[in-house]
């Protein structure tokens, strides 16, 4: 099992950028995607992931453009950079893995999950 910690959420002002960053315990194998969603009143919502294999990446159509999800496996981390940051982005993000060779938008597909971070925009 692969144990998740996220960092970087915090309160901004609608326009602005943060930076989010998943870190694993251990190495993750290659075969492993990596992906973010976002708790809210709505649920938990795919944001993006990327394929373990190929570093594809895929995004929710709301955030499409303006987030970013990329990895370090000499670090053992995966980030997410968003940028011009909305009101409805507001939520606990939270990162995921599986061992798979598919990219999964479904959060009960995903094994191991972090705690969240919590992320608040001001319109």
């Known amino acids: 099992q692969v144990y998740l910690a996220e960092s970087g959420g915090g309160l901004v002002q609608a326009g602005n950028s943060l930076r989010l960053t998943c870190t694993a315990s251990g190495r993750i194998p290659s075969n492993f995607n990596q992906a973010w969603f976002r708790q809210s009143g709505h649920g938990r919502e795919f944001v993006g992931a990327i394929r373990g294999t190929g570093g594809t990446t895929y995004y929710a159509p709301s955030v499409k453009g303006r987030f970013t999800v990329s990895r370090d496996n000499a670090k053992n981390e995966f980030y997410l950079q968003m940028n011009n940051l909305r009101s409805e982005d507001t939520g606990i993000y939270l990162c995921?893995?599986?061992?798979?060779?598919?990219?999964?938008?479904?959060?009960?597909?995903?094994?191991?999950w972090g705690q969240g971070t919590q992320v608040s925009v001001n319109s």
């Open positions: 995921a893995s599986r061992q798979s060779s598919n990219v999964a938008m479904t959060p009960d597909l995903y094994t191991d």
